[in-house]
């Protein structure tokens, strides 16, 4: 059985967790970080140096850094859907991966920390004015090509580079702020909410 070790509301939890979800890999998840704790724990660092989480557990295999367990479980489980075997489609699923992690999460984590996680009188809102204009900066990329193709990386399915990025863009869509609109980001979103694995793993409460 596969062992999860991580909070469910953790974004890079949920990518894991949407994942298997997707592939239908029975999973067990134990609850760690956040109010949990446990990270500091000489067990745990044993497995995450970092005290971090995501970290997974798969028979003898240890791994953390959620876009890493992501396409480890795709290549492992889904060889051919999420994890594309022509080497340039599989890229193209690879760069949004690289994009997620390097361009727009950094900014939507600002905008998460400020609004989430920030009470209002200690929040800074220049902080927010600025991710949420680099933010949609890289969600008009992400618009254009939703423009022209379906998923992230597969000419017809879901692949890894739309496991990482969902759970992103549903944060962007529900935190209060004032956003542009992209039409074919909302498209593509609207279509990951009507999948049941999307729903159970990622639309939760953000608090
Ligand atoms: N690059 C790492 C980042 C992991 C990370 O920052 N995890 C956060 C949760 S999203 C964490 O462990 N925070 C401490 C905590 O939950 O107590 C990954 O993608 O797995």
């Not at 991580?6 to 298997?20: E, F």
């Not at 890493?68 to 492992?76: T, W």
């Not at 905008?111 to 200690?122: G, H, M, S």
Request: aromatic letters at 10%; glycine letters at 8%; a neutral charge.
């Amino acid at each position: 059985m596969l062992m999860v070790l991580g909070r469910a509301n953790s974004i890079n939890v949920q990518k894991v967790l949407w994942t298997c979800e997707e592939i239908g890999k029975r999973y067990e998840r134990t609850d760690m970080g956040g109010e949990f704790g446990g990270l500091s724990e000489r067990s745990y660092l044993s497995l995450n140096p970092n005290g971090l989480v995501p970290c997974v557990i798969d028979g003898d295999t240890v791994l953390w850094e959620s876009n890493s367990i992501v396409r480890y479980l795709c290549a492992s489980y889904s060889p051919g859907l999420l994890w594309p075997n022509d080497p340039a489609q599989r890229a193209a699923a690879d760069k949004w991966m690289d994009w997620q992690f390097s361009t727009l999460w950094p900014e939507i984590r600002t905008i998460f920390i400020q609004l989430v996680r920030t009470p209002p009188e200690l929040r800074k809102y220049s902080l927010i004015q600025e991710a949420v204009k680099r933010a949609s900066d890289a969600l008009a990329i992400l618009n254009n090509h939703l423009g022209q193709e379906p998923h992230l990386g597969g000419e017809d399915h879901l692949t890894m580079g739309d496991l990482v990025v969902g759970p992103v863009v549903y944060r962007w869509f529900n935190m209060d702020f004032e956003r542009r609109e992209f039409p074919n980001v909302r498209l593509w979103y609207d279509r990951l909410t009507a999948r049941p694995a999307f729903r159970r793993a990622v639309m939760l409460p953000l608090g």
